[in-house]
């Protein structure tokens, strides 16, 4: 089964608001995680990532958490925007697979009202 | 800066026949990974190659799929004699040589079979 999955499969925000969206994973031995958005017809894009040694990480308005212990990742979205609008997947790279090859959750949309 | 580039962007094919699908990587990057996404589905690994080289092929299936990466020009994804259920998007990813490196999407094939 996925290793990889995602607690609300839609979330709806205010603009201006900040944006939490959530996945579980359920592999001890995966060492690296990311998240990536996608647009409607349009490969995903690489948002942020994060290795197994750290807890969190900043970019541009986004925020990674990871938790170890309960085996969580979010992602925090600030001031979220109507280009915010789309499908974030988190995945997975289990310590010893090969590079690349990443398990996806099914995603989250994310709707930003105006 | 071209990202990385697929084409073509759709493509539909009658059962029975091959569909080939292509994928240049980015300018630097020596790895390319090929995926599939079904509709309102995250996406599944299919095949790690390098020049010249299939590194992982474990989420291939195991008839009519093939996948090459030639010392020179794009890398192609080749279907035989699809079916229905290969109707998908099929996504392409390259990354640079190291290891972790993010991966970066192409906007993907759309491929129809009727």
């Known amino acids: ?114 | 800066n071209a990202g990385v580039m697929q084409n073509p962007r759709h493509l539909v094919r009658r059962r029975g026949q091959e569909a080939r699908l292509r994928c240049s990587p980015m300018k630097g990057h020596s790895h390319v990974y090929w995926y599939r996404q079904l509709p309102e589905e995250g996406l599944k690994f299919m095949v790690y190659l390098q020049k010249e080289n299939i590194i992982d092929e474990s989420g291939m299936p195991k008839e009519r799929f093939s996948a090459e990466f030639p010392k020179e020009g794009p890398s192609i994804l080749r279907i035989q004699q699809v079916v229905r259920g290969d109707s998908a998007a099929y996504f392409c990813a390259s990354s640079r040589n190291k290891v972790n490196s993010p991966l970066h999407f192409g906007n993907g094939t759309r491929l129809t079979v009727t």
């Open chain 1, 1 to 114: 089964g996925e290793s990889v999955g995602l607690h609300l499969p839609t979330l709806s925000v205010q603009e201006g608001d900040n944006s939490i969206i959530n996945c579980a994973y359920s592999n001890s031995a995966s060492d690296y995680f990311i998240w990536y958005k996608q647009e409607s017809g349009k490969g995903p894009q690489f948002i942020i990532d994060i290795r197994s040694n750290m807890d969190k990480r900043q970019g541009q308005r986004v925020t990674v958490l990871l938790n170890k212990t309960v085996k969580h990742l979010s992602l925090q979205i600030a001031a979220t925007q109507p280009g915010d609008s789309a499908v974030y997947f988190c995945a997975e790279n289990i310590l010893g697979g090969s590079q690349g090859n990443l398990i996806f959750g099914k995603g989250t949309k994310l709707s930003v009202k105006p």
